[in-house]
Structure formats: structure tokens, C-alpha cells
């Protein structure tokens, strides 16, 4: 495991918007920066970081956390993983002591597979050109052929794997690697007959395929015969670091210029994608060959959501488009297509313009994906009536997709200028698809969006405060403790004044919490709370009363759910800050002194009376039990009758009857 203190230098260099910004578009509003989250599909912003605090927090989903815990969640990757990402990005010395077993068990796979793949991407590029065959073959390919230079071949870590046949799995082997790693990336296969292992990729040029952190998941292979006898291209399999329907092709050195431009470009092939950097223009990725995937699409929104395709002329391409029209349209994003022509793939009029060229040429030629279709498709309908109504039948199933009512209304409204038919009957048919087709889907993320709601109300309800400040409404066991808690993140440090005896006595918050719990020796019940309260007490007897517990504590807490919840309470709504209007007109505005004054009190009598009540429900339940003695029974009724007084003080005392 990882030292604290080096876990604490990797917090204290962490940037969290910078680290955030290499997946997500940040938008700087105010101190803050904003952006769609990526944890769960929206189309207006909820997701904020927050960089003076360290934090992040959606207000959509409900998840929140620091730098780590982020890429914990965005990467799918343990807590040491992730400090370890972190840390190599600082350049930060990692020291560990010995791992547990679990923690073995759990991360090594990953690990093995993830720096397998970093080893074969760097053998391949090696052996591209400081061997013969791999220069004489490959290089020639790459530098020949396709005009790459030096510099873009070491960019994309572009290689080749020998022909020999074994080359690879016998020089991972001797490296140290595991066969059955091997086997797992897909690097290595093993025949059947003989259990020998031969090398996937054999006498082919190689494209490493890198994640959006820039880690090599997986290959992509060309073969350079022309004999038909083998598929011309290899790709890696899915593995436990690799599923082909999440990942981009380029996007790794791609999302800064998406970013910086706020549009994506979507090409078909890896030549096409680097063709175009090569060229300069740098915001171009690629489906790599599959077809395009909502889990992609999804990918790439976190960027920008305009995309702009570029599609082969052919038959399969016009296809593909089409395909991939209604997709993106689905996700709520803005699609135009692009044209090349006839002679021209992305890869070749990349190689014969300037970057100046292909961008002008993409802003003239780009069509609207309603025009688009329009042409594409009334060209194979001429004069049939009957063609004519299905192209407008797949206009209108386009239109469907579109999440937003007011743009799908313009959409409409363009289709039947256009097609020359009723704006009545297409608004009809439209929603008619809409209620066939997507009902289910609306239907199963309301049902989700409740859900999610329901559980933040369980664990995050706080208890609300009345106009007055003077009684705390809610009255779960969980509810209190989320207040309790929230009194000692927000102001544990601070005091309030009450008059005991005709002079004026300050109580410290955390201090007074504490004083009240230890004299029932109360435990929180709810897990996550119990965990913030013993942190904060730690952190309270080692500082000293009336000092600031940093917030550093939960904010960074190894355990995710602590983070989150802690975010949660930081971040939530002051409501004793007082309204300038009020001010302005010289009305009373309680101060937070006297709001404190009224309500930790009031959360903790109530707190102990829900303790209390729930000890009382306990005892009745047990003299429910058949088997109790008259010994058992007889100490049973003489301790309700002590929990029923302690019930009615705590009644008086709190100005508020506890039925």
C-alpha cells in the first residue's frame, strides 16, 4: 500500500481541472468551471469543479469527489491505481509497502495486461526501424506510401510485427512476460494441435490503440499482402482493458483540439485519422472500422457535442453515415456530413492539401444531416410516389431521435418545405414514432431519475430549518445524523452564545455534539456517518477546540462514499446567509450565530429522542418474545419506564412534543 505521506504529496500537486479537463470540457463560470457530466447523460451542464476547494460535484447524478476519486470512478480503478495514475502524471515516486492478497488479486491483472501492451507497442515500433524486414517492409509502407513522416510515426507509436511467426510471444516470454497475459490482450494465440503459441499480428504493420488517458488497450494490424488470403486488418479482441465499443481511435491526441475548435471530426480508418493530424488538422478520430456506438458517441460528447463526419463515397460509406446519423442525433448532439470527392478517402486529400484547405473545404461543404439525407436519398427515389414516402418516412424517423422539442419542431418544418408535404401530418408522425419507439427508453431513464433521487433523498436528506431558525423539520435517524454532521463540517469550529444564569456563555459546535453524544455514549448508526463523525473527532482532540478541521479529512478520505458525501454537504446551500434585500430594508435578519444557537440544540435534543425511541420500540418488541422470563420481563417493563422519562424530558426540553 501506498505511505500517507506520499499519498499526501500526490493530493497536495494534483490539479483536479486540469486532471478533469482531459475528459471533460470545462467551462470556466465565475470561480468554478462547468461541464455535462460524464457519469450519466445530460444536455444542460450539472457537473462543477470546483478548483480553490479541490472538489467536484454534479447536482444531476448526485456524484461528487476530489482529483483520485474521480478517476477511480472515470477509470474504473482502485483506490491505489488511481493515486498511482496521479502520481505518474507529477511525476511522483511512488513508494509502497507489501500488497495484501486482495489487493494483489485485484489490481495485478489489469496492471500485467496494461504494461504488457505498453511493452509489445514499443517492441513493434523498435523493431519498424532498427530491423531489416521491419524497415524494408513496414517503414516503406508508412513512409513510402503513405507519406508519413518521422515524427508522426513516433507520435502514434505506428510498428510492425515480424513475419517469423513467434517473435513476439518468445521475446515477451524472455522479457519476463506471462503466457497468460498473452493470451488474455490477444497479442499471443496458441494452436490446438500442438498448444505451440504464435504471434496474432504476425508480418503486419501496427497500430497501437490508446485509451482517452493515453494507455495502449489494445492493436490494430494491416496486412500489406495483396493475395485476398488473409483479412486486411487484425484487431485486438475484448480483454479486461479493452472493448472496442467504448473506445476511439485518436481521440487520446485528439480532445485538446476538440476542445479548443468545439467540434469533432469522425472518419472511418486509422490512416485517415493520422493523414490529418499529419496534416494539422488535429480534431479527427475514428470508429476503427467498427461501426459507430452509442457508447463512443457518448465518449466523444464529453468533448464537444457537434460532430462533423467525413464519409467515404462509396455505397457502404453513405450507409455507415446514415447509420450513424440517428445515433448521434439520439444522444442530442449536432451532426453535419462532409463529402469528399469521388477519387478521395480522408487519408488521401489529407495528404494532398494543407490543413488551411481541408478546414475551408469542410466549412463549404458541410451539409445539414436533413439535407444530406434529402439528397442522398431522393436521388435513388426519381419520380416513384412510393420511394419518395419511404425517403420521407426515414426523414422523419431522423427527426424522431432528436431529444430536444423545439429543434426537432424546426426540423420538421424544414422537412416538409422541403419534401413539399403537410407540417400537420409530419408533427403526427413524429410523435407517433417518438411515443413507439423511444417510449420505453424515456420510460426506463424516469424510472432511473426517480430512483436516484429517492436514494439521495435516503442518504443526503438534510433536515430543513423553518423561516424562524427556530425548529429543525424532519425527524429520521438518518435525516439527524446528515445534520449533525453537516453542523460539524460546515461550522464545528465555530460558537454560539446562550445565557445561562444572567450572563453570556460560549458553546463551541463540535464541542457541544460531541459533550451530548458521549454522555449517552451514542454511536451513529448509519454507516457513512459514523465514519465522517469519528474522522472529525480525531482531527477535533489533535487540533484543539475552535480550530478548523481542514477539510482536507473527508474531502480526500480514502473511501469513495465519505468523499462523496462530504462534497455533498460542502457544497450544499447556505440559507443563513442573509438577503441583501432584507438588509436593505432594515428588517432583523437572524445571525448565524443565533441561527447555530437554535438549531444544533434542537438536532441533537431530537436526535437523542429518535435514539431514545427507537431503544423503547426495541423493549416492546422483546416483550413480545414468548420465551421471556418473568425476571426478563419484570427488568424489560422497569426499563421503559426509565426510557419513557428520559423520553418526556427530552420532550420539555425541546420545546416539542414527541408522539
Given at each position: ?255 485538446k483540439a476538440i476542445q479548443q475548435q468545439e467540434y469533432a471530426i469522425m472518419v472511418e480508418g486509422y490512416t485517415d485519422v493520422i493523414s490529418m493530424h499529419q496534416a494539422g488538422v488535429e480534431n479527427v478520430v475514428a470508429s476503427s472500422g467498427t461501426s459507430l456506438t452509442q457508447e463512443q458517441i457518448r465518449l466523444l460528447s464529453r468533448f464537444t457535442r457537434n460532430i462533423t463526419i467525413i464519409y467515404d463515397g462509396d455505397s457502404a460509406g453513405v450507409k455507415a453515415t446514415l447509420r450513424g446519423v440517428d445515433m448521434i442525433l439520439r444522444e442530442g448532439m449536432n451532426v453535419r456530413i462532409v463529402s469528399l470527392p469521388p477519387e478521395h478517402d480522408p487519408d488521401s486529400f489529407a495528404r494532398t492539401h494543407t490543413a488551411d484547405e481541408v478546414r475551408e473545404y469542410i466549412h463549404d461543404r458541410e451539409e445539414d444531416f436533413l439535407s444530406f439525407k434529402a439528397k442522398m436519398l431522393l436521388r435513388d427515389a426519381g ?277
Amino acid at each position: 500500500m501506498i505511505d500517507r505521506a506520499t499519498v499526501d504529496r500526490i493530493y497536495a500537486a494534483a490539479n483536479i481541472v486540469d486532471i478533469i479537463g482531459d475528459y471533460v470540457t470545462l467551462k470556466k463560470k465565475g470561480v468554478n468551471y462547468q461541464a455535462c457530466c460524464p457519469f450519466h447523460n445530460e444536455k444542460t451542464p450539472s457537473f462543477v469543479v470546483s478548483p480553490s476547494k479541490g472538489v467536484y460535484k454534479c447536482f444531476g447524478c448526485g456524484k461528487g469527489g476530489n482529483a483520485v476519486t474521480f478517476i477511480m470512478e472515470h477509470e474504473s480503478v482502485s483506490y491505489p491505481e488511481a493515486l498511482k495514475m496521479v502520481a505518474k502524471r507529477y511525476g511522483i515516486e511512488v513508494e509502497e509497502r507489501e500488497q495484501t492478497e486482495e489487493d494483489v488479486r485485484r489490481n495485478n491483472d489489469r496492471e500485467s495486461m496494461f504494461a504488457l501492451n505498453g511493452w509489445a507497442a514499443e517492441y513493434f515500433a523498435k523493431y519498424l526501424t532498427d530491423n531489416t524486414e521491419g524497415r524494408t517492409v513496414g517503414l516503406s509502407y508508412f513512409a513510402q506510401k503513405r507519406g508519413f513522416t518521422d515524427a508522426t510515426i513516433r507520435k502514434f507509436a505506428l510498428g510492425f510485427c515480424s513475419a517469423k511467426g513467434d517473435d513476439l510471444s518468445k521475446s515477451a516470454l524472455a522479457a519476463g512476460y506471462k503466457e497468460e497475459f498473452l493470451l488474455s490482450t490477444g497479442l499471443t494465440l496458441k494452436r490446438e494441435s500442438d498448444g505451440r503459441l504464435y504471434d496474432r499480428f504476425r508480418d503486419r504493420v501496427m497500430f497501437p490503440v490508446h485509451n482517452i488517458s493515453g494507455r495502449v488497450v489494445a492493436f490494430g494490424g494491416r496486412t500489406l499482402r495483396t493475395d485476398g488470403k488473409v483479412a486486411k486488418y487484425q484487431n485486438s479482441p475484448e480483454s479486461e482493458i479493452y472493448s472496442k465499443t467504448r473506445e476511439l481511435y485518436g481521440l487520446y491526441f485528439a480532445k485538446k483540439a476538440i476542445q479548443q475548435q468545439e467540434y469533432a471530426i469522425m472518419v472511418e480508418g486509422y490512416t485517415d485519422v493520422i493523414s490529418m493530424h499529419q496534416a494539422g488538422v488535429e480534431n479527427v478520430v475514428a470508429s476503427s472500422g467498427t461501426s459507430l456506438t452509442q457508447e463512443q458517441i457518448r465518449l466523444l460528447s464529453r468533448f464537444t457535442r457537434n460532430i462533423t463526419i467525413i464519409y467515404d463515397g462509396d455505397s457502404a460509406g453513405v450507409k455507415a453515415t446514415l447509420r450513424g446519423v440517428d445515433m448521434i442525433l439520439r444522444e442530442g448532439m449536432n451532426v453535419r456530413i462532409v463529402s469528399l470527392p469521388p477519387e478521395h478517402d480522408p487519408d488521401s486529400f489529407a495528404r494532398t492539401h494543407t490543413a488551411d484547405e481541408v478546414r475551408e473545404y469542410i466549412h463549404d461543404r458541410e451539409e445539414d444531416f436533413l439535407s444530406f439525407k434529402a439528397k442522398m436519398l431522393l436521388r435513388d427515389a426519381g419520380g416513384d410516389p412510393i420511394k419518395r414516402s419511404s425517403v420521407i418516412s426515414d426523414m422523419v424517423n431522423s427527426i424522431s431521435q432528436i431529444p430536444d422539442s423545439i429543434q426537432r419542431s424546426v426540423y420538421i418544418k424544414d422537412c416538409a418545405q422541403t419534401m413539399n408535404v403537410d407540417e400537420g401530418v409530419l408533427i403526427a408522425e413524429v410523435a407517433r414514432i417518438r411515443t413507439s419507439q423511444t417510449g420505453d427508453r424515456e420510460a426506463t431513464e424516469f424510472v432511473r431519475r426517480q430512483q436516484a433521487q429517492i436514494r439521495r433523498e435516503q442518504t443526503q436528506a438534510s433536515v430543513e430549518v423553518d423561516v424562524n431558525r427556530s425548529q429543525v423539520a424532519g425527524s429520521s435517524i438518518e435525516a439527524l445524523e446528515y445534520e449533525l454532521v453537516k453542523y460539524l463540517l460546515k461550522s464545528g469550529h465555530k460558537s454560539y452564545e446562550v445565557l445561562e444564569s444572567r450572563r453570556v456563555v460560549e458553546i463551541n459546535i463540535a464541542d457541544e455534539i460531541f459533550r451530548s453524544l458521549d454522555a449517552d455514549n451514542i454511536t451513529f448508526i448509519t454507516p457513512i456517518f459514523n465514519t465522517i463523525l469519528q474522522t472529525y473527532r480525531e482531527q477535533w482532540m489533535r487540533l484543539g477546540m475552535g480550530v478548523e478541521v481542514p477539510a482536507q479529512y473527508f474531502v480526500n478520505h480514502p473511501d469513495p462514499e465519505v468523499c462523496n458525501m462530504a462534497v455533498d454537504i460542502m457544497t450544499s446551500d447556505d440559507n443563513y446567509v442573509a438577503s441583501r434585500i432584507w438588509l436593505q430594508k432594515e428588517v432583523h435578519v437572524e445571525s448565524e450565530s443565533e441561527i447555530l444557537a437554535a438549531g444544533v440544540p434542537k438536532a441533537i435534543m431530537l436526535y437523542r429522542s429518535k435514539i431514545v425511541e427507537r431503544m423503547i420500540a426495541a423493549q416492546h418488541e422483546r416483550l413480545k418474545d414468548p420465551t421471556l422470563s418473568e425476571e426478563e420481563e419484570n427488568e424489560c417493563v422497569k426499563l421503559l419506564s426509565r426510557l419513557n422519562a428520559v423520553k418526556n424530558a427530552l420532550s420539555k426540553k425541546s420545546d416539542r412534543l414527541i408522539l
